[in-house]
């Protein structure tokens, strides 16, 4: 026989509640809480800390400096901001940083127009993934310094020459991580392009570039990095050549007549050059873009 069906009824938890003066001394902890100092305010902030770090850094080549006892070798801090600001003064360091710059500037958007086309090309067809891969692996780990004598022969001493080595430290970094951006993106982002209709450069613009662009920052980054190097280097084999150049041929010259404290000026200028682009222009850049729109943290 069926037995009859018994109906269980659940459990009673008899339900209970906090008084509200249970929780009114967290609340009253956390309305009180004590702003933070002036020092914690500061160094709660990037700028101030790498400010700090750098003070450091003076100040041990200073003590080094003078442990040393030596100009030639080794000038003390002060000795080579002296060096430097008079340098700056006279117009000197001015007009080479100029040349450098303006240089720089052209073999770096030639780059970045090469490696983008290349990467698109990439991205479109087999044929373009089999390109880019069989070129990155022939010329990627070829130092540029080392296609300079090529330079030289084919266009002799000049911005040309200078231009060709600056364009081969940039392009290749640059498409290896444009590429490594696009082949990160979604397949739901690619099929709700597909399905707007969007196709070839339409389609990379709006799709691909903005999904990969922290890599294409982070390639941009690591571009810049190895063109200003290759240029301070090319402009020292210039400068010996034909007596121009920018920076690294202001470093080149000092370095002949055996002024340290001018050599360590130049090398100060370059180092200061690279870290208003990082800490200005390329952060400033992710702000508006990547940390923007979410993409990074």
Request: net charge neutral; no cysteine.
């Amino acid at each position: 026989m069926n037995q009859p069906s018994m109906h269980i009824e659940p459990p009673y938890r008899p339900e209970f509640e906090y008084p509200l003066s249970a929780l009114a001394p967290a609340a009253q902890a956390e309305s009180v809480r004590e702003p933070l100092s002036l020092v914690h305010r500061l160094l709660n902030h990037d700028g101030i800390r790498k400010i700090l770090i750098l003070a450091v850094l003076a100040v041990i080549w200073e003590i080094i400096g003078h442990w040393q006892d030596n100009e030639l070798l080794l000038p003390t801090f002060t000795a080579t901001i002296g060096a430097m600001w008079a340098d700056l003064v006279n117009g000197e360091l001015p007009a080479r940083m100029a040349i450098s710059l303006s240089v720089l500037l052209q073999g770096y958007a030639l780059g970045v127009i090469l490696a983008f086309f290349l990467t698109t090309f990439a991205i479109s067809t087999r044929l373009g993934r089999d390109v880019l891969s069989t070129l990155t692996s022939m010329f990627n780990p070829l130092p540029a310094i080392a296609l300079l004598p090529l330079a030289l022969m084919w266009f002799g001493l000049g911005t040309t020459s200078l231009l060709f080595v600056l364009v081969h430290s940039v392009m290749w970094p640059l498409a290896l991580n444009t590429f490594a951006g696009f082949q990160s993106v979604p397949q739901t982002l690619r099929m709700a392009g597909q399905n707007y209709g969007l196709r070839g450069l339409r389609f990379v613009w709006q799709i691909l570039i903005p999904a990969a662009l922290p890599s294409i920052v982070s390639g941009l980054k690591v571009g810049w990095a190895f063109a200003w190097r290759t240029l301070i280097a090319a402009e020292m084999v210039f400068g010996a050549s034909s007596g121009q150049g920018g920076l690294g041929w202001y470093v080149f010259q000092h370095r002949n007549e055996l002024e340290t404290a001018q050599v360590f000026a130049g090398l100060v200028m370059v180092v200061i050059l690279g870290l208003v682009v990082e800490n200005l222009v390329f952060t400033t850049l992710e702000k508006i873009t990547v940390r923007r729109w979410g993409t990074q943290q």
